[in-house]
């Protein structure tokens, strides 16, 4: 598996880093330049900088194209495969688990239905 | 009662936590017996056809799980660790139509004992992706949409840690 030309990994790389999550939790909330990004962190503008060239290679925000004014902005399309995939393993596991909790009711219910014997209860139905 | 909640953490770990009322050694059991498991492995309305679980260190696991529509959807994976009563860490990996992986997950399940009832913890993470898994992942939760205001209040949330 070629880790490197895929993009879900890409984006989950780049939002492994809490301070890039934080730099696109400020995005979402509209443009934003490398100055006002860098403010509340006490952090060089190279450091931002670099953060910065992380998302923008794993797509998640875009850059204006004016030299001094480089507005950044947050880009959906990556976020949206990530948000995904967490949707699809929140949902998988939390009905799964869900199962597994009737059938635990299940079971101990049969257990109890089979008197006083220690047995464990055999499922016969 | 079961209680559960959820929290998505760094690295795009799901953290999901349950309280079974139920004794630790039964929930151990109902992972780790293959019969047990094809019960409840999935989503709603989801069957295991094949389910076979070799709960041991390096032993595998081979489930292929039937969604309601009648899709296949076959997946492996190795136990890393298995520790009763306690703890089992495995990879899965959800297979392509030729049999190759797409994506695959760790996951780590805790089980502690708590006043007679039973607190697990399941961790799970992405550790290898293809360029396929989104799109597999799209298919197999048609009509899931997540909007993008949902994340973006997630990754506020857990900006600050």
């Not at chain 2, 998505?8 to 780790?32: G, I, M, N, Q, Y």
């Amino acid at each position: 598996m070629q880790l490197a030309t895929d993009q879900l990994s890409t984006t989950l790389a780049a939002l492994s880093d809490s301070t890039r999550r934080a730099i696109l939790a400020r995005l979402a909330g509209g443009e934003a330049t490398v100055t006002e990004l860098a403010a509340p962190f006490a952090m060089s503008m190279p450091a931002v900088s670099r953060h910065l060239k992380v998302l923008e290679h794993a797509g998640l925000i875009t850059r204006g194209r004016e030299a001094q004014w480089r507005p950044c902005r947050i880009a959906a399309a990556p976020l949206k495969d990530v948000a995904d995939w967490l949707a699809h393993y929140q949902r998988f596991w939390t009905e799964s688990l869900d199962r597994l909790d009737e059938y635990l009711r299940d079971a101990q219910k049969k257990e109890k239905n089979h008197g006083h014997r220690k047995h464990h209860a055999k499922r016969k139905a | 009662m079961a209680t559960g909640s959820i929290t998505p953490k760094e690295r795009h770990e799901l953290v999901l936590t349950r309280v079974f009322d139920a004794p630790r050694e039964l929930v151990f059991k109902a992972w780790t017996d293959p019969k047990i498991v094809a019960k409840w492995w999935g989503p709603h309305r989801f069957t295991n056809p094949v389910c076979e679980l070799d709960a041991r260190p390096g032993g595998t696991i081979r489930i292929h799980m039937r969604g309601p529509d009648g899709t296949v959807y076959p997946m492996t994976g190795v136990y890393q660790e298995v520790f009763a009563p306690e703890r089992i860490v495995f990879t899965s990996a959800a297979l392509d139509a030729a049999g190759n992986p797409m994506f695959e997950m760790l996951t780590t399940v805790t089980f502690a004992e708590e006043g007679g009832k039973t607190k697990q913890i399941l961790r799970t993470r992405v550790i290898k992706s293809t360029a396929e898994a989104p799109r597999y992942l799209a298919g197999m939760e048609a009509g899931w949409t997540q909007s993008l205001e949902r994340l973006t209040a997630y990754l506020a949330e857990h900006s600050k840690e």
